[in-house]
T-cell receptor, first 110, second 114 residues
C-alpha cells in the first residue's frame, strides 16, 4: 500500500463547476497535510495546508481533513481554465519529510 | 515566486559522471529539503538539512549526498550517475518548528543522464 494515494486522473471538469480532489494516507501519526499545484514543466506551488479536522477555506479553495478516515480533499469552486494542472497531496508525520501522492491531473474545460 | 533559487536550470550528463546541484533558501528559512521527481510521479524525499547537518534521509543510496552552508544554502551531489537519475530535482526551504513547517519549492533542476 502506498503511503499517500491519489487518483491519477485525468479529472475533467467544466468551467465554473466544482472540482473535487481526493487523497488518502496510511500513517495515522501524520500531523500536517498540504496541497500543491504543479503546472507542466514547473515546480510545485503551495495552495494551502491543513492540520485540524474539518474544513479550511481560502478563496475558491477548501481543504477538508478527516483523520479518522485518513482522508484529505481539496475542493475548487468556480473552476477556471487556469486551474488546469496536476494537484499534489503531501503528508508530514513526525519526521520532517513530506510524502507525496503521485498527483491528480485536472483539466478545466471552457 | 517563493524566493528559493536553484542552479543550474538544466543539465545533461553521461552515465558514470558526477553532478552538483545548488539551492539558495528563502530569506529567514533555516532548513532545506531535496526531492527527486520522475516524470509523471510525485516528488520523492532525498534528504533534509538543518543547521548544516543531515536531518532525515529517504530511500536513496549513499552516492546521493549533500551539504548545507552557514547561510543555509545547500548542495546536492550525485556520484556515478545512472540513467534512472534523470529527473527534476527540487529544493524546498522552510523554517523549522511549528506544526506546519511549510516547505516552499524552488524552480527545480532538470537533469538528463545519457
Amino acid at each position: 500500500q502506498k503511503e499517500v494515494e491519489q487518483n491519477s486522473g485525468p479529472l475533467s471538469v467544466p468551467e465554473g463547476a466544482i472540482a473535487s480532489l481526493n487523497c488518502t494516507y496510511s500513517d495515522r501519526g501524520s500531523q500536517s497535510f498540504f496541497w500543491y499545484r504543479q503546472y507542466s514543466g514547473k515546480s510545485p506551488e503551495l495552495i494551502m495546508f491543513i492540520y485540524s479536522n474539518g474544513d479550511k477555506e481560502d478563496g475558491r479553495f477548501t481543504a477538508q481533513l478527516n483523520k479518522a478516515s485518513q482522508y484529505v480533499s481539496l475542493l475548487i469552486r468556480d473552476s477556471q481554465p487556469s486551474d488546469s494542472a496536476t494537484y499534489l497531496c503531501a503528508v508530514r508525520g513526525g519526521a520532517q519529510k513530506l510524502v507525496f501522492g503521485q498527483g491528480t491531473r485536472l483539466t478545466i474545460n471552457p | 515566486e517563493t524566493g528559493v533559487t536553484q542552479s543550474p536550470t538544466h543539465l545533461i550528463k553521461t552515465r558514470g559522471q558526477q553532478v552538483t546541484l545548488r539551492c539558495s533558501s528563502q530569506s529567514g528559512h533555516n532548513t532545506v529539503s531535496w526531492y527527486q521527481q520522475a516524470l509523471g510521479q510525485g516528488p520523492q524525499f532525498i534528504f533534509q538539512y538543518y543547521r548544516e547537518e543531515e536531518n532525515g534521509r529517504g530511500n536513496f543510496p549513499p552516492r546521493f549526498s549533500g551539504l548545507q552552508f552557514p547561510n543555509y544554502s545547500s548542495e546536492l551531489n550525485v556520484n556515478a550517475l545512472e540513467l534512472d537519475d534523470s529527473a527534476l530535482y527540487l529544493c524546498a526551504s522552510s523554517m523549522r518548528g511549528g506544526l506546519t513547517d511549510t516547505q516552499y519549492f524552488g524552480p527545480g533542476t532538470r537533469l538528463t543522464v545519457l
